[in-house]
């Protein structure tokens, strides 16, 4: 399971901060559920500045050798996660 750590600046520019295999080298953790649950609460932004990648987007983002096309899946994944996470907290 690949998750992008990111930060949201105020202007809402996107930072990405870092791309993480969350899956354990003898392959425990394989959907990242565990890393998560310690991202979560070592953090104290509780998640939102990280997006798990969906299956679908990350065989796209093996996919490709274009770098504006691999920003733009980057962006549409961490764009849907930041709405999905500041509407549960309404």
Known sequence: MLFIEYDVAPQGEI???ALINA???????ADGTDWLAWRVAEF??????CAGVPASQLA??????????????VERIILA????????QR
């Not at 899956?23 to 953790?29: L, P, S, T």
């Not at 104290?44 to 500045?49: C, F, I, K, P, Y």
């Not at 709405?83 to 549960?88: D, F, G, L, Q, V």
């Open 23 to 29: 899956v354990e080298e003898n392959g425990d953790d």
């Open 60 to 73: 796209l983002m093996e996919q490709t050798e274009d770098p504006d096309e691999l920003r733009a899946i």
């Open 81 to 88: 996660d930041r709405a999905t996470k500041e509407a549960e």
């Open 44 to 49: 104290d932004d509780n998640g939102l500045g």
């Open 15 to 17: 930072e990405v901060v």
